[in-house]
């Protein structure tokens, strides 16, 4: 322990120590000469005369679709891999008709009495589907009639500190996002189309937090702790980052990251009851790879080393932009008498965007992802493929951003997140996938209609299987009604390929109608109305 703390205060103190060579821009973006914004990255200036600040986001959402939970116990609410061990199944006869909803209050409070120089943010999330509960204590309940339910759930307690114009110290339970941009003072579209797209690391974690902006990048440092364990053991979890990004030209950006994770918990502690690391259940609810080894003692040690770039991010210098990742994860299971697995795997990813209007509603583009896979596991004591956060959380990261609704997930969700893809380890078969849009704007910043379509096949084919994973189409209408205020309208369907002929990739799914084990399972579609509000 004493060695992984010295480590973290060296690397505080590096960050703070030292001529302050940005030029601080109260309004928080960086500029070009002559002051026209490159980009804008504060929720609030830091100038602002307001001690309290809130923010809070209002989402409902009816839905109808031909896939659900099987199992009684989840009540419907489930978030995993849809055919995975969460016991998402499609169904030819069955349909749901639902309206969920969530509120996501943001407070934020930056002292007068200490100059701006810190700032407290606490966020809280309460989610419920109508009708679900009432009168009792719970998470993503509370709308039966009466309601009465104890149910709102802790997102967020940070403070961030600022020791100097440009520094950034935050400190306790934060967003820890795999982009470099800081995710209190970004907008979420942002963060989820630069660095590494959040396909690897997005989640809440308790730790602390140092960067440093300047005038033509920034640089950061964080530490940590995944899962405690018991306080007298050296039986924790932490995860180590450190990452940067430069500003080649007002045009182009690059930069890269490394992650590192000390899991010394054998598997102890996580979501409930299906533990947390390479051999928990876990893994097969989130669709990451689930190691199997006969071994109940083990440490586990993983490290990402990635890099990342991108060319006119926001349309402010052209109508064409592009962006890319390729990361590469690496390390070792061991226990006290072997080396169970060798850990070797790469991801990459590009994204290609072209404003052909008026707006940035007005575009087309792709976007491309490949992740390496292994055809038999770690049987051989290596594994080949891709490992993300979704193997200590669930989830671990948020890949929302393709623009798909069934076959990697959508960021219109509640309680049920229930994605063919929701790890692009794809259970460590690997895949390669590709996405197209289309979005044109009827009536500039008011009507839009949105089309999307995608194609995946894995890079290893499980036994019973193919590569082929399916084809999705889906279209949506959106309305903006107000600022920050719109109504979604979209439906979308997948056609499923020979992928999960495979019983482990169907569910091992029966069906009593013709006794037939393991069939193809009926095509996934659903139709959603949603309703969304950001206000301040």
């Not at 809280?124 to 759930?153: K, L, M, P, S």
């Not at 440009?166 to 630069?194: C, E, V, W």
């Not at 300047?214 to 018991?230: K, M, T």
């Not at 045009?251 to 490394?258: E, L, S, T």
Request: net charge negative; glycine share 12%; charged share 15%.
């Amino acid at each position: 322990m004493s060695k992984r703390f010295t480590w973290l205060l060296c690397s505080l103190a590096l960050l703070t120590l030292g001529e302050v060579r940005a030029q601080w821009n109260p309004d928080g973006g960086d500029t070009l000469a002559g002051g026209k914004p490159v980009y804008f990255n504060l929720d609030n200036p830091i100038t602002s005369e307001k001690e309290f600040t809130f923010i809070a986001y209002f989402f409902t959402q009816g839905v109808t679709s031909n896939f659900y939970p099987t199992n009684d116990f989840f009540q419907g609410q489930v978030l995993g891999r849809l055919f995975g061990r969460s016991t998402a199944r499609t169904s030819d006869t069955l349909r749901t008709a639902f309206v969920e909803q969530r509120f996501l209050p943001f407070f934020i409070y930056t002292p007068r009495l200490l100059d701006g120089k810190v700032t407290l943010r606490a966020s809280f999330e309460i989610d419920w589907t109508w009708g679900d509960a009432a009168y009792g204590a719970g998470g993503n309940q509370g709308a039966g009639f009466n309601a009465d339910f104890v149910n709102i759930q802790t997102q967020n307690v940070e403070a961030e500190i600022i020791p100097a114009k440009g520094y950034a110290i935050n400190l306790g339970l934060m967003r820890m996002f795999d982009s470099p941009y800081h995710p209190y003072r970004t907008t979420f579209d942002k963060l989820q189309t630069s660095g590494f797209r959040l396909f690897y690391w997005a989640g809440d974690a308790a730790g602390v937090n140092a960067r440093h902006d300047f005038d033509r990048g920034n640089i950061q440092v964080g530490a940590y702790n995944l899962w405690e364990n018991r306080i007298e053991l050296p039986d924790d979890v932490w995860l180590y980052k450190a990452m940067g990004m430069y500003r080649l030209s007002p045009k182009w950006n690059v930069g890269g990251a490394v992650y590192h994770i000390a899991d010394n918990s054998s598997g102890r502690g996580g979501a409930s009851i299906l533990g947390q690391g390479p051999k928990s259940l876990l893994t097969e609810y989130t669709g990451a790879y689930r190691f199997v080894f006969p071994e109940t003692q083990y440490e586990t040690r993983v490290t990402w080393l990635g890099s990342f770039f991108d060319y006119n991010q926001d349309y402010a210098f052209g109508n064409h932009k592009l962006s890319g990742f390729a990361m590469y994860n690496g390390g070792t299971i061991t226990s006290t008498e072997r080396t169970i697995s060798e850990i070797s795997g790469i991801g990459a990813n590009m994204r290609y965007g072209y404003r052909f209007g008026e707006s940035n509603n007005d575009e087309i583009g792709f976007d491309y992802i490949y992740t390496s896979g292994d055809g038999n596991g770690n049987n051989d004591g290596n594994y080949n493929g891709v490992i993300t956060g979704n193997t200590w959380g669930a989830p671990g990261n948020l890949p929302i951003s393709t623009g798909t609704a069934l076959l990697f997930p959508s960021g219109n969700v509640v309680n049920r997140y229930m994605p063919l893809v929701s790890d692009i380890a794809n259970m460590g078969f690997g895949m390669n996938a590709i996405n197209f849009y289309a979005n044109k704007a009827i009536v500039r910043n008011k009507y839009i209609v949105s089309v999307n379509g995608a194609y995946a096949m894995s890079n290893a084919s499980p036994n019973g299987g193919g590569n082929v994973m399916g084809t999705e189409l889906n279209a949506g209408f959106i309305w903006k009604i107000a600022t920050f205020m719109e109504l979604e309208l979209r439906a979308g369907t997948v056609f499923l390929g020979d992928f999960y002929d495979a019983p482990y990739t169907n569910g091992d799914a029966f069906f009593a109608e013709d006794q037939q084990l393991n069939r193809r399972p009926t095509d996934p579609w659903t139709v959603f109305a949603a309703f969304k509000w950001l206000m301040f």
